[in-house]
């Protein structure tokens, strides 16, 4: 997949059709995987990501309305909530808790159509 330096550039590219949402995502799982090595990430939602890479694919091939942050593909450190998701700020007290809520911030993310990866 072609570099992109700016979100801008990704919507662009989304808008004209030259890459997908899902495309995007793949990627970034890709270069997840590429670099396991590094521990960056606790857990990835590749399903999730996938899912919600799909809806906004299909919103903007519709016309529907979408979020300012669509095609921004983002990791949540393990101190943020995230409804449904588990947090445990590398403690062993909170190992197995899965939060009830979404974090303001997350859920302001989610709501302008960014994607928790």
């Known amino acids: 997949m072609q570099e992109y330096n700016r979100l801008r550039d990704i919507q662009s ?32 939602y590749e399903e999730e990501a996938l899912q919600r890479a799909d809806t906004i694919d299909q919103k903007i091939a519709s016309g529907e309305s979408i979020g300012r942050l669509y095609g921004l593909i983002m990791g949540v450190k393990d101190v943020i909530c995230q409804q449904d998701h588990h947090v445990s700020a590398s403690s062993a007290i909170l190992e197995g ?13 989610l709501e302008e159509d960014a994607i928790v990866i």
Do not use: K, P
């Not at 808790?97 to 993310?109: D, G, I, K, M, Q």
């Open 13 to 44: 590219a989304l808008q004209e059709g030259t890459i997908t949402c899902r495309e995007v995502v793949e990627d970034y799982l890709a270069r997840i995987r590429d670099h396991q090595a590094l521990n960056a990430f606790i857990e990835v």
């Open 97 to 109: 808790f899965t939060s009830l809520y979404s974090s303001t911030a997350v859920a302001r993310l």
